[in-house]
């Protein structure tokens, strides 16, 4: 079956490369080394226009994991804290959840991420005037700053007379996609979380009470580590798909990877290339994702004896 599989894509490539040949349109990774001749204005490493495309493929792959990754591990934490809120026996608090899960689930992400946006770009105070998040995140027009280390300690932004000054500030473009992906996934990983808890025999949390163990210590020692076996593979998808959601950046001018080789295919007219080095990227992050996941996956698992 692969070896036949393996022989189709070897005649769609050739009978591809044949017809681009005849049509007179060039193909090939020979661009990869020229001047990229665009600028990125969020880039974790140093680029600009007289570096390579292949530099600027790497800054797209670099946006793409650091949003995915800050996505996930806020989604998590936010996701779990809804789906227990969810099951918990005070009606106000279970009834907020339900509907939180009920509106994020159910607007569709695009609209979201517009509407997230739309509200730092248009609302919130100039970069002079930002708002305060607690002592040291300040949030404006300009993006969310924060403390960043430094050679002297740690840098703590200040509002300067036009602009936040010191620390390190996250762009408008990534906190609205970070938090687009983070509240909409939450959604859907607390029912993830909900289901892996109900899961638990109610016997288990029973017998838990009854030898002493105060609700709390029940959740921490007893249902999460046997809920973890059903959490886990309905987790690995919810992971998965935030990674390659993360693809709707290019909406919101945030440059990732998509957006990075569509500015490279409409300069280069490499249209196969840029398309494959995408797929290539999203299907390398996601078999990586699935495999952490699987190992978490057998070591959660109840072993018999």
């Known amino acids: 079956m692969l070896i036949a599989l393996?022989?189709?894509?070897?005649?769609?490539?050739?009978?591809?490369?044949?017809?681009?040949?005849?049509?007179?349109?060039?193909?090939?990774?020979?661009?990869?080394?020229?001047?990229?001749?665009?600028?990125?204005?969020?880039?974790?490493?140093?680029?600009?226009?007289?570096?390579?495309?292949?530099?600027?493929?790497?800054?797209?792959?670099?946006?793409?994991?650091?949003?995915?990754?800050?996505?996930?591990?806020t989604a998590t934490l936010l996701g779990g804290?809804?789906?227990?809120?969810?099951?918990?026996?005070?009606?106000?608090?279970?009834?907020?959840?339900?509907?939180?899960?009920?509106?994020?689930?159910?607007?569709?992400?695009?609209?979201?991420?517009?509407?997230?946006?739309?509200?730092?770009?248009?609302?919130l105070p100039d970069p002079g005037e930002p708002l305060r998040l607690g002592s040291w995140l300040l949030l404006s027009k300009g993006g969310l700053s924060l403390p960043w280390p430094d050679?002297?300690?740690?840098?703590?932004?200040?509002?300067?007379?036009?602009?936040?000054?010191?620390?390190?500030?996250?762009?408008?473009?990534?906190?609205?996609?970070?938090?687009g992906l983070s509240l909409y996934t939450a959604a859907f990983i607390a029912e993830v979380v909900r289901g892996g808890v109900l899961a638990v025999p109610r016997g288990q949390t029973e017998a838990a009470l009854s030898i002493g163990l105060s609700r709390a210590q029940v959740l921490r020692r007893v249902v999460l580590p046997q809920a973890l076996r059903v959490i886990v593979p309905p987790l690995a998808n919810q992971y998965l798909n935030l990674t390659?959601?993360?693809?709707l950046a290019v909406a919101i001018g945030y440059p990732d990877v998509v957006s990075i080789a569509n500015t490279a295919l409409n300069q280069t007219g490499r249209a196969l290339e840029c398309i494959s080095l995408i797929m290539a990227v999203y299907l390398c992050t996601s078999l990586l994702t699935a495999a952490l996941m699987h190992a978490l996956d057998r070591r959660a698992a109840i072993r018999e004896r």
């Open 6 to 73: 393996a022989l189709l894509l070897a005649w769609l490539a050739r009978n591809t490369l044949a017809n681009m040949a005849a049509r007179g349109i060039q193909a090939g990774w020979d661009f990869i080394g020229d001047a990229a001749g665009f600028d990125i204005g969020e880039a974790p490493i140093a680029f600009d226009a007289g570096q390579s495309y292949g530099r600027a493929f790497l800054v797209g792959v670099l946006n793409t994991l650091r949003v995915a990754l800050a996505g996930i591990a």
């Open 81 to 123: 804290a809804i789906g227990l809120a969810r099951l918990s026996r005070n009606a106000l608090l279970s009834r907020l959840a339900g509907l939180y899960v009920e509106l994020f689930r159910n607007v569709p992400l695009l609209v979201q991420l517009l509407l997230w946006y739309l509200l730092l770009v248009e609302y």
């Open 151 to 179: 050679e002297g300690g740690w840098s703590l932004p200040q509002p300067g007379p036009f602009a936040v000054e010191g620390g390190a500030t996250l762009t408008p473009e990534f906190v609205a996609l970070w938090g």
């Open 244 to 247: 390659k959601n993360s693809s």
